[in-house]
């Protein structure tokens, strides 16, 4: 669980300081959606182990959402940056694809 939550950490952190600087700073992105999409999916592959059972699962996931949508509220003061619901919903979408996977996965698992 300690390697899982420190490296949990750093790709929150290396994530949310990508996202909160300005765009002419970063190279071209070849589909931002995609990006977002791929990076709440490894952040929630990263957080739901860490979560304990009777609802802790349900609290990580809605802490994710929270923190995507944060970034986006940040990002609308970073010059060249704005809020985009489009990419809030890459995040969700990110977040639900990964959560049904381990859901799935451990219905299979213990059937």
């Known amino acids: 669980m300690g390697w899982n939550a420190l490296l949990l950490a750093l790709v929150a952190t290396a994530m949310t300081a990508g996202c909160l600087v300005p765009n002419r700073w970063l190279p071209p992105l070849p589909n931002d959606k995609f990006m977002h999409f791929a990076g709440f999916a490894v952040l929630t592959a990263l957080a739901l182990p860490l979560a304990g059972e ?4 349900a609290w990580w996931l809605a802490g994710l959402l929270a923190g995507g949508w944060l970034i986006e509220c940040l990002q609308a003061l970073v010059p060249d940056r704005r809020f985009c619901w489009r990419d809030l919903a890459a995040n969700a ?8 996977l381990f859901h799935l996965y451990a219905s299979f698992s213990y059937a």
Request: charged share 10%.
């Open 93 to 100: 979408a990110g977040i639900a694809f990964t959560a049904v």
């Open 54 to 57: 009777h609802g802790g699962k």
